[in-house]
């Protein structure tokens, strides 16, 4: 032999090999042949797979290659010529399993290393879970309420608030009633001075809508002594406009009479207030009057409040006329009503076509010997229901409204000289109605 001293005893290497095999784990009744081979296969393994990932490794090929080549020619020298391993070829290969066993051994403290870790971040779980168990019942113990106990809190809670609410809502009252009170105050001291400018207004024989775009289009407002039908499609603008007319003429010292056949006089109060906040002074100091003939036959409670008036039925028509005729006694003279009619569709469906053209006969020329100015508000979408005919007949004139999409118009036929026949687009809100530009096509 050259070089260095060959190995004298096998023991050595049998005792590195079983305890080698030992620490990776090799059992069974193995010769020291079959142990050195399944060593080899291990190593060769250990060195290109990552234990803990259980994932290739990112290493260099060519070193793999290197470690498998010297593996194998370890291998090869052991097996042909296991008692003449050199010291070298022997001192590599304890080296090679000192550093194998080096890092075995680290990467076990790098596992315990982390399972101390795990059991501690889960006693520390266990302890806070415990703590919250433990807030928890305490929380519980120190609500935990009988039935009983529970419904007398809720009942005490909800009186509280009801006290609150009356309370609220008697300062509210006390403020319309104050506002009410200024009002009517307001109304009834410019009154004389209105009712001047309205006789002067009357001279021209026509009545502003107080809307100034429409009155633009009329040539300076409603003929007196005039029946006008206002229809069309629910939701296109009707009701509206007719509000806003009422609560400007109004205000302008001009008494107004509602007749209501599909609608209760709450209702029609409501949307007026909408416009007017002080429209109640206007029923206290008789200028304003609201003619119900749907309340009743609808199980609706009559109300005290003056200036509301109930018919005992949708059809009677002749308590209408008599309750019409009767209010309008009590007016100034030279200063006739404005008159509105609302619900005339359901009056239509309720009375044979004889008693309603009856009706509107007389309405209408009674409205005319007194020189008043008269809205006919129907909900349809055309002229060509018969009794509809048969009342638009009777009229002066119609304003006619449409839908088309989402925009909505108006024309005017008859009447009164205009500036345009045509449709002119309108917008309008329950506080404000508004035309849009129309062409002066100067059309009697």
Known sequence: MTGDKPVEEDTKINELVENLAKLLGIEGNL????KIEKILEKIIYLTTVDSFNLGPKEINREKSLEIKEKMLE????????KGEIKQEDYNKFR????????????????????ERILAERERELSEK?????????????SVTLTKQQYMEMIDAEVKRKEEMLNSKLKII????????????RAIISQLPELEEMIKEELKQRKIKTGIKKLDDLLKGGIPTGSNTMLIGPPFSGKKELTQIMVISMLQRGLPVIFVTFGEPAASILGDLANISPIVDAYLNIGRLYIIDAFSQQSGIEKTNQQGIIYIQSQTDTKGVLETCDSIVRNFTKGIPPIFVLTGITTLINLIDKEELIKFFQIFTTKRKMEDSISFYVLDNNSLDDPDVQAIAHLMDGLIIFKKEGSKSFLQVQGLTDVESRDWIETEFSKTMFNLKSFTLSKIR
Do not use: H, P, W, Y
Not at 31 to 34: K, L, M, N, T
């Open 129 to 141: 879970e415990a703590k919250l168990d433990e807030e928890r019942k305490k929380i519980l113990d």
């Open 173 to 184: 009252e006390t403020m319309e009633k104050q506002l009410q009170s200024r009002g009517q």
């Open 74 to 81: 370890l291998k090869e020298k052991f097996l042909t010529n």
């Open 31 to 34: 010769s020291i042949d079959e």
């Open 95 to 114: 080296n090679l399993v000192e550093n194998l066993t080096k890092e075995l051994e680290s990467r076990e403290l790098e596992l315990n290393s982390r």
